[in-house]
């Protein structure tokens, strides 16, 4: 009972690329720290590459092992005899465990950019095509003033490059080399650590043997760089969600990334970016996870770092999983330019455009906005878009208003207006497609 409350092989097992590669350049420092000949190390190595291929085939490891590391030890032994047992010289599972998980980040931090990257593509992809598509922006949810399509898909994208940026920095902090710092103090034999680090392509080796073997930071900055990613991806499933829905109906998905109600045969529900939303909500329990691993932790090593495995792996899994569900989801969304159009014009979203044009003709803003504050309670006292007042009408509110005026209020206009740097002008968009894309 106790044996199976403490093993992580179930955990742990999937580290045995990472466990192997870590063996095998350890192997080589130590025929240069004078442990192991030049034969032994190669023998070592043929051992280590044979499981390697067992594990590739799915052959399980030994029964009753603790860990990963135990595990391969034991097969090591059982393949080449004793001299298997050297192979732990001056090694402790607790640097070896460090390296493993750096080395996991490493690749997985490379997972998650790749998969980052191919969610930009396709919002970009799409946000190329939608250069003429106007919808509504939102504040508070109230329609508020119009915007392109593109401009908003590529908010996202500007999300993503930010959280590309996370993983990637987390990664630069991981690229240390902890081996040879022995279970807490360092290494008793001389191994060239610096040399070590640079055959498993780390930057260098960690500083310090006592914090090297007990800090996982690398492991809550990645997980917290994932779960950012989370939060951006809920955001857009919530924009999907109630885009699909008929209450907007800006948005169709396709019958393979929507699916049915068991009861209702008209429904067609936008579950899998429902559970996207969903799983931001464990990525962070991940991280929180983590954290709390690592609080109050005493140095050196403590068995409580072994808890780090199951966040760590969960988070990733999780988090790479969701975001290539949203590419398809962003690749596959049917959009409604005829209904976004609809919104846009519905809204009296051109207000902003009339308090403009007024400010333009030398009205104080303020005033401005309290002179088309008054036209939008005209238009809808009077049951009509903003664009249909009349110019006596407009008069009357300000004498300043000629027929002019009316060029403004279009959706086209009001885009055209937001030329500024980062505004939804086409001009500006196309630019931000152009850097999206390089
Ligand atoms: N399974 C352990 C972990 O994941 C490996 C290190 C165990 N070290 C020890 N001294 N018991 O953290």
């Known amino acids: 009972m106790a044996d199976a409350f403490m093993r992580s092989l179930p955990v742990d097992v999937r580290l045995w690329r990472e466990d192997i590669q870590g063996s095998r350049a350890y192997a080589r420092a130590l025929v240069g720290a004078g442990v192991l000949t030049a034969t032994e190390a190669e023998q070592i190595d043929r051992g280590l590459q044979s499981i390697a291929e067992e594990m590739e085939s799915g052959r399980a490891l030994p029964e009753g092992s603790e860990d990963i590391h135990m595990a391969i030890e034991a097969r090591l032994i059982e393949k080449i005899g004793p001299l298997g047992g050297k192979l732990h010289t001056g090694r402790s599972r607790n640097d070896q465990v460090a390296l493993d998980l750096r080395l996991y980040v490493r690749d997985a931090a490379d997972r998650l950019d790749h998969a980052l990257n191919r969610l930009q593509q396709a919002l970009t992809v799409r946000a190329e095509e939608h250069l003429d598509t106007i919808l ?38 991981a690229d240390e080399s902890p081996l040879g710092s022995g279970a807490l103090a360092g290494s008793g034999f001389p191994l060239d650590r610096e040399r070590l680090a640079r ?22 900055e990645l997980l917290s760089a994932v779960t950012l990613v989370m939060i951006h991806l809920s955001r857009l499933s919530a924009e999907i969600v109630a885009w699909t829905g008929a209450e907007y109906g800006f948005a169709e998905l396709p019958d393979s990334l929507a699916s049915g109600s068991s009861m209702m045969p008209n429904k067609k529900n936008p579950c899998a970016a429902e559970l996207v939303r969903a799983r931001t909500g464990r990525v962070t329990g991940d991280l929180v996870a983590m954290l709390m691993v690592i609080k109050g932790l005493p140095l050196a090593y403590n068995r409580d770092l072994q808890e780090d495995k199951e966040a760590l792996f969960d988070g990733v899994d999780t988090g790479l999983a969701a975001l290539e569900v949203t590419t398809s989801l962003v690749d596959g969304i049917r959009f409604n330019p005829a209904a976004m159009r609809a919104a846009a014009l519905g809204g009296y979203s051109l207000a902003t455009e009339a308090a403009d044009y007024l400010t333009r003709r030398g009205i104080p803003f303020r005033e401005a906005h ?9 238009a809808i006292a009077a049951g009509k878009p903003l664009e249909e007042l009349s110019l006596a009408e407009w008069q009357r509110l300000s004498p300043v208003a000629d027929a002019g005026l009316f060029e403004h209020l279009t959706l086209e206009s ?17 630019e931000a497609i152009e850097r999206a894309k390089a």
């Open 136 to 173: 509504p922006g939102y504040t508070h949810t109230q329609r508020a003033q119009p915007v392109l399509l593109a401009h908003h898909l590529l908010a996202y994208v500007e999300m993503l490059r930010r959280d590309r940026g996370r993983v990637k920095d987390a990664a630069r902090r």
């Open 199 to 220: 055959d498993l392509g780390f930057a260098r080796a960690t500083a310090n043997s006592l914090d090297a073997v007990s800090d996982r930071d690398f492991v809550v």
């Open 370 to 378: 309290r002179i088309a504050g008054q036209a939008v309670a005209q």
């Open 414 to 430: 009001a885009i055209k207006a937001r030329a500024v740097l980062g505004g939804t002008a086409r001009s500006r968009v196309e």
